[in-house]
């Protein structure tokens, strides 16, 4: 199912990752892969399969351009990768969930009935929930499908690197989409790697662990 | 590297992830290989590698019981999971701060300069922060790790379920943490798959992308 891959070894995946800086400039990646990549990060799981994350991502010259002031101190990730992919929550998601419904109905993956009390029960409850909360909805959803990407772009061959320090008030109307609706939760930027990213350390599993 | 590994294949593990609802309620998971899903899982990236997540593991009968009157409608993933994982954010992932930059050191991961730079840097900034930034950091960070537990859980053969629907101003302090300094970000079951979850569909790509 998976398109281009060129390592499919797990433990290699999750170990190998690193956050790398400093991509090789002559390594584009094509449309084609770079839709793929996002697909196979979407398998994601989401609150009610309500998938919320939408992405802008920015390969063009003169998008790349037009993101470099707002990415602070990440400028190299920006001048050097293949793209920038700005994540984002969309805060009306409902708009797509009789869709996401008809079409699980469609190829038989639910049942009717089942959908019909599905839909009815969200869409009782989920436009009317207080924005603040549809917001951490979106960003924790996103978030699950980010980490997800950063694994797919590895096995694809490529390199990423999350970043929060961008200025996010400006990062979605400059790309003329609505900032009421999408709020931007971070940008990964994604590449064939110059420089190998650094290892870096984690605490014992018994320091961050509450048995019960 | 990593300990229990019965599936290795990337693609399987993405594209054979379920929401697993029902689980053999004979099938326990041993004390260290849930400490080493947790490990593993705890690769993930965070911000200024400060790794905010922590986890309730709730795999007693007791804590079960506890557990039992705040997870609303999802009393099946808590009656049959070998264990219900409380994912966490630390608010106060800066007191841990120290000792992941001088081991990183110790370890010759580090520069020492670089180390004194940042910790000098992180420290002079991230105490200070609002709490409600301290907060989205910590969920964003943790649904990374979330992310990743739940594919090491299908390399480890086992299976898991994200859940939203829980009693969140509860669930702390019932296993007798301090609710002012962890937030839940989500529950995840572990456990083996007694019923096959449902597939579900996703959106095209294209619907999810905006290209700049």
């Known amino acids: 199912m998976l398109e281009y891959i060129k390592n499919n070894d797990f433990t290699n995946i999750i170990t190998g990752r690193r956050s790398v800086k400093l991509y090789d400039e002559n ?3 094509a449309k084609e892969e770079l839709q793929a990549i996002i697909q196979e990060a979407s398998l994601a799981p989401s609150s009610a399969n309500m998938q919320p994350w939408r992405v802008i991502v920015v390969h063009s010259p003169e998008g790349k351009n037009k993101l470099r002031p707002l990415v602070q101190f990440n400028t190299r990730q920006n001048d050097t990768s293949a793209a920038m992919l700005i994540i984002l929550g969309d805060t009306q998601s409902e708009l797509y969930l009789e869709k996401i419904y008809n079409t699980a109905v469609e190829l ?16 009782s409850m989920f436009p009317q929930l207080p924005r603040e909360l549809k917001i951490e909805i979106a960003k924790i ?15 694809h061959g490529y ?8 200025e996010r008030d400006k990062v979605v109307s400059t790309f003329d989409l609505d900032d009421e609706r999408y709020v931007p939760v971070m940008i990964l930027s994604i590449g064939k790697a110059k420089e190998a990213g650094h290892e870096s350390v984690r605490l014992p599993g018994e320091e961050i662990t509450f048995w019960r």
């Open 141 to 155: 959803d996103a978030s699950l499908f980010a980490m997800q990407l950063m694994l797919v772009a590895r096995a």
């Open 159 to 166: 390199d990423t690197n999350p970043m929060g320090g961008f």
């Open 27 to 29: 390594v584009k990646i």
């Open 108 to 123: 038989g993956k639910m049942p009717k009935d089942v959908r019909d009390k599905q839909v009815t029960q969200i869409m």
